[in-house]
């Protein structure tokens, strides 16, 4: 069964740093465009960031550009997401998708906050 695993959310404080990463299993995610989407309470899952298969290409959503950086090491499997410059509206669920298995993980939670 594919499974995703996020980690390495937390609370952090305003101006902080965080990195998240989404662990592949049972799949080869080298094959896959990997997304990552946040959900804060009460509003609808926003797209955050996307990557291609091999990693050359990238996007961002306006709010989030020079500050998050999407990132792959296919020889491990893993999709990562480094967020700096935290703010309090970053404060969301964070999850990884790939869209071509429709497959999402269970989410990470982050929280900005002084």
């Known amino acids: 069964q594919v499974q995703l695993v996020e980690s390495g959310g937390g609370l952090v404080q305003p101006g902080g740093s965080l990195r998240l990463s989404c662990a592949a299993s049972?799949?080869?995610?080298?094959?896959?465009?990997v997304r990552w989407y946040r959900q804060a309470p009460g509003a609808e899952r926003e797209l955050v960031a996307t990557i291609s298969n091999d990693g050359r290409s990238t996007n961002y959503v306006d709010s989030v550009k020079g500050r998050f950086t999407i990132s792959r090491d296919n020889a491990k499997n893993m999709v990562y997401l480094q967020m700096n410059s935290l703010k309090p509206e970053d404060t969301a669920v964070y999850y990884c998708?790939?869209?071509?298995?429709?497959?999402w993980g269970q989410g990470t939670q982050v929280t900005v906050s002084s």
């Open positions: 998708y790939v869209p071509l298995l429709g497959h």
């Open positions: 049972r799949f080869t995610v080298r094959n896959y465009g």
